[in-house]
């Protein structure tokens, strides 16, 4: 698996243009023009491509317009884009999109077993919370898992956040696209350097992949006491979800001829459905 390096230094910035209607049958979505094909009446057109709530309205005589983007799709890109709204303080928007959010978990268990586990821990009902919780583990291993880690190894602190790239993704052809942000905080007293990078990739299959490098986005830094080094990559995945994590080899570069030793990378998720607690704070 090749990784790639994404330019800039953070996480490539999503544009989702969309217009938002709302109707009696259902919540519509368009997020851009495409050419698509029309498969009941056999003829090539231009059109948009629909997302659709549980309910769609008719259209085209009739016919249904199916989203050519699977549930977890298009339910990862309207979340990106409710959150830009309330950002920009569009509340009315934001409103709209978490109702078209709801319609989703009528057919993802994902979706409604997170909410549910999460309503159980705040009414303090840990039964019930426990039972949905080893639901979520039995239907969806890394679905607890959060798209951030933090580890300190040595004093070396390790910080990732990964997220779902849609611009790059091609759910269709069973490719996913996620990019990882990494922060490396020397907190010890001692300058170290970056020699080589390991990964292990885990899909929804649970099936694991190793990943070995020298040093990271073409670089083997040198990190001082008290300094930070940060950069981002991306991969594609075959399955819309998994998890990773991995290590970097340092060395101590104060003294000559110092023993490499390693950092952990703490476990984090690749979830087209972001962090199942929508509070969570932690950011790069």
């Known amino acids: 698996m090749q990784l790639l390096s994404i330019n800039g230094g953070c996480c490539m910035e999503l544009r989702l243009p969309a217009i938002f209607t709302e109707s009696k049958e259902a919540f519509t979505w368009r997020i ?48 990106h884009q409710m959150e830009a709204a309330a950002k920009s303080e569009d509340y009315e928007e934001a409103a709209r999109i978490r109702d078209t ?12 077993l997170r909410r549910l586990l999460k309503e159980a821990v705040a ?3 840990f039964e019930d919370a426990a039972s949905y919780r080893d639901e979520l583990i039995e239907i969806a291993p890394h679905s607890l898992l959060k798209c951030y880690s933090d580890a300190t190894t040595l004093g070396i602190r390790v910080q990732v956040r990964s997220e779902y790239i849609q611009d790059r993704s091609h759910p269709s ?15 010890s007293i001692r300058p170290v350097q970056l020699l080589r990078r390991h990964w292990i990739i885990t899909d929804a299959h649970g099936k694991s992949e190793d990943v070995w490098g020298l040093g990271v986005v073409g670089e083997q830094p040198a990190i001082r006491p008290k300094s930070s080094f940060e950069y981002t990559s991306g991969f594609p995945l075959k399955t819309p979800n998994g ?42």
Request: proline share 4%; aromatic share 14%; glycine share 8%.
């Open 32 to 79: 851009g023009e495409v050419n698509w094909r029309n498969r009941r009446q056999g003829r090539k057109c231009g059109g948009m491509i629909v997302a659709c709530g549980a309910k769609p309205p008719e259209m085209n005589g009739g016919k249904v317009w199916r989203s050519i983007f699977c549930p977890s799709h298009n339910y990862a890109i309207l979340k």
């Open 101 to 112: 959010l709801k319609y989703y978990e009528k057919d993802m268990p994902v979706l409604r």
């Open 123 to 125: 009414d303090e009902r």
């Open 173 to 187: 052809k069973g490719l996913y696209f996620y990019a990882y942000k990494v922060r490396i905080t020397n907190n």
């Open 243 to 284: 998890k990773m994590e991995g290590d970097y080899e340092m060395i101590y570069i104060d003294r000559a001829f110092t023993r490499a030793f390693k950092v952990a990378v703490a476990p984090f998720s690749l979830s087209m459905l972001g962090d199942y607690d929508d509070n969570d704070v932690n950011t790069i």
